[in-house]
């Protein structure tokens, strides 16, 4: 029974995990790029803003694209002051400009120091500039009991951070504080980045994940970090993968949570251990092309 559902999942893997499926995915906005940080940063987007309809999210993304002169990097690295007008009146449901012009700030604070958003997302990462600053005001009140100030960093930096050994979870925990660590961060801003703190699945952070992350020269993810491995990954959970992987009889659980995700994802490691993820092709397709 496990070894038919493997074949069965392993073909629509195979169907689905092909450049001809992007077209209407929002995956499709950062292929449009060649440089590391213009696919970073675009695809970083593409995923917050992957609610809604597919149309909708593309289009959205193609007008952003077009308020940064069709260089993303570069706007984010150079822009002038003036140069931010061209992002006000910005929108997408309730994403809009004030959210936008810190994500904004954010990437600048980020690139100054990091060749790549990849360091974001890992704790570890050491670089011996200057001391730490404990900054109590940018701690989460979920943060656990057990982050000291050995833990924490100065402002958006995540020097000499000692963490235990670190997996998705404690990424993403890590990316969204670290991501509102600059002073003046809007409030608002904080429902569009989640976390397991928050029991959210996270879908668009594991989607964003997965198409930095994976590698395997079907045209599709693009496979650009090396430092947090495929083997690692969540599945993205959103509606049509729960469906489908309910029906299927890979989710018990009766919430839809990052336990949830973690759940399924451990259901598909028993399929393939090094690329549980893969299967995201495979549910989603269902889920979304064949209305399974």
Same mark, same amino acid.
């Given at each position: 029974m496990?070894?038919?559902l493997?074949?069965?999942? !392993?073909?629509?893997v195979?169907?689905?995990?092909r450049? @001809?499926?992007?077209e209407? !995915?929002?995956i499709?906005i950062?292929? %449009?790029f060649i440089?590391?940080?213009?696919? @970073?940063?675009?695809?970083?987007?593409?995923?917050i803003?992957?609610?809604?309809?597919? #149309?909708?999210?593309?289009?959205?993304?193609?007008e952003?694209?077009?308020?940064?002169?069709?260089a993303?990097?570069?706007f984010?690295?150079?822009?002038?002051? /003036?140069?931010?007008?061209?992002?006000?009146g910005?929108?997408?449901?309730?994403?809009?400009? /004030?959210?936008l012009?810190?994500?904004?700030?954010f990437?600048?604070q980020?690139y100054?120091?990091?060749e790549?958003?990849?360091?974001?997302?890992l704790?570890s990462v050491t670089?011996?500039?200057?001391?730490?600053?404990?900054? @109590?005001?940018?701690?989460?009140?979920? /943060?656990n009991?057990?982050?000291?100030? %050995?833990?924490?960093?100065s402002?958006c930096?995540?020097?000499?951070?000692?963490?235990?050994?670190?997996?998705?979870?404690?990424m993403?925990?890590?990316f969204?504080?670290y991501?509102?660590s600059?002073p003046?961060?809007p409030h608002?801003?904080? #429902?569009?980045?989640?976390?397991?703190?928050?029991?959210s699945?996270?879908k668009?952070?594991?989607?964003f994940?997965?198409?930095?992350v994976?590698?395997?020269n079907?045209?599709?993810?693009?496979?650009?970090? /090396?430092?947090?491995?495929?083997?690692?990954?969540?599945?993205?959970?959103?509606l049509?993968?729960?469906?489908?992987a309910?029906?299927?009889k890979?989710?018990a659980?009766?919430?839809?949570?990052?336990?949830?995700?973690v759940?399924?994802?451990?259901?598909?490691?028993?399929?393939?251990?090094?690329?549980?993820?893969k299967?995201?092709?495979?549910l989603f397709?269902?889920?979304? @092309?064949?209305k399974?």
């Amino acid at each position: 029974m496990l070894n038919n559902l493997k074949l069965f999942l !392993d073909a629509k893997v195979n169907q689905y995990n092909r450049p @001809e499926f992007i077209e209407n !995915d929002p995956i499709v906005i950062p292929h %449009q790029f060649i440089r590391k940080q213009d696919i @970073e940063i675009i695809g970083f987007f593409a995923a917050i803003l992957a609610w809604g309809q597919r #149309k909708t999210i593309i289009n959205k993304c193609r007008e952003l694209i077009v308020r940064m002169d069709n260089a993303p990097f570069d706007f984010i690295k150079n822009h002038q002051e /003036t140069d931010l007008k061209a992002l006000l009146g910005f929108k997408h449901r309730t994403f809009n400009d /004030t959210d936008l012009l810190y994500f904004v700030s954010f990437f600048r604070q980020h690139y100054q120091q990091y060749e790549s958003l990849e360091d974001a997302f890992l704790p570890s990462v050491t670089v011996a500039r200057e001391q730490p600053v404990f900054r @109590e005001d940018f701690m989460d009140e979920n /943060t656990n009991a057990s982050f000291t100030l %050995q833990n924490s960093s100065s402002v958006c930096y995540v020097h000499h951070l000692v963490w235990p050994e670190s997996n998705i979870e404690t990424m993403l925990n890590h990316f969204r504080s670290y991501f509102f660590s600059l002073p003046d961060f809007p409030h608002r801003s904080k #429902k569009h980045v989640s976390s397991p703190q928050q029991k959210s699945t996270c879908k668009r952070l594991n989607m964003f994940l997965r198409w930095m992350v994976r590698k395997d020269n079907c045209g599709v993810d693009f496979g650009i970090w /090396t430092r947090i491995k495929p083997a690692d990954l969540i599945c993205p959970c959103d509606l049509h993968v729960d469906r489908v992987a309910r029906k299927l009889k890979l989710i018990a659980r009766k919430q839809n949570d990052w336990q949830t995700a973690v759940e399924l994802t451990e259901r598909l490691r028993e399929f393939d251990p090094q690329d549980p993820v893969k299967y995201d092709f495979a549910l989603f397709g269902l889920g979304i @092309e064949e209305k399974f």
